[in-house]
């Protein structure tokens, strides 16, 4: 695990990460997400793509000492506001449409004014678990939090889900070593 993050948190390796499919039209024009986290080139085969960017470090040794070493955080303050936002989906709207906005206008997004209703805002909500968390594979976390049955990705694919497969398998050593089964 270490070798592949080592890797794609390399400025080389960023080359490696693109989304397959539109983005632009996930993203408002002017949300900061989209100016900083993606940069639009041709792949290897000279397809334009969009390349996630939002990993790299600068190759030059002088700039790369400017950044401390990649970290994973555990939770983001963006991560709170929807997760507070989300519970107050189906009780308190226009509360959590005051989490929700509050991280849009961080991203210089537009914010929304009203919902028809809870579900409406709850899709507002995993859209923006979408864009805020491109990449980092955070978004899973939600589609569990809510026990849905389908997992979508950028490309419009779903996966069906089911309790087994939110479940993680214990880890070898945990099962040799630890007694577990």
């Not at 270490?2 to 990460?17: E, H, I, R, V, W």
């Not at 555990?74 to 929807?82: A, C, G």
């Not at 991280?103 to 009203?114: I, Y």
Request: aromatic share 12%; glycine share 2%; hydrophobic share 35%.
């Amino acid at each position: 695990m270490k070798d592949n993050s080592d890797y794609y948190l390399a400025p080389k390796g960023t080359d490696q990460l693109f989304i397959s499919s539109p983005v632009e039209k996930m993203f408002a024009t002017d949300d900061i997400r989209f100016k900083y986290w993606l940069i639009q080139k041709k792949d290897v085969y000279e397809i334009d793509r969009y390349f996630v960017r939002k990993f790299e470090r600068p190759e030059k040794v002088e700039e790369a000492e400017k950044y401390s070493e990649p970290n994973v955080p555990l939770i983001k303050i963006s991560e709170m506001y929807l997760i507070a936002a989300e519970c107050l989906s189906e009780t308190n709207t226009a509360e959590a449409l005051t989490y929700l906005n509050k991280l849009k206008s961080e991203r210089v997004s537009p914010v929304v004014e009203n919902v028809a209703n809870s579900a409406e805002l709850l899709e507002m909500i995993r859209t923006e678990y979408h864009r805020e968390f491109l990449s980092e594979g955070q978004t899973f976390f939600m589609y569990k939090r809510l026990a849905l049955d389908r997992m979508t990705n950028f490309s419009g694919l779903t996966e069906e889900m089911d309790e087994a497969k939110y479940i993680f398998p214990l880890p070898k050593d945990e099962i040799q070593f630890g007694g577990r089964k």
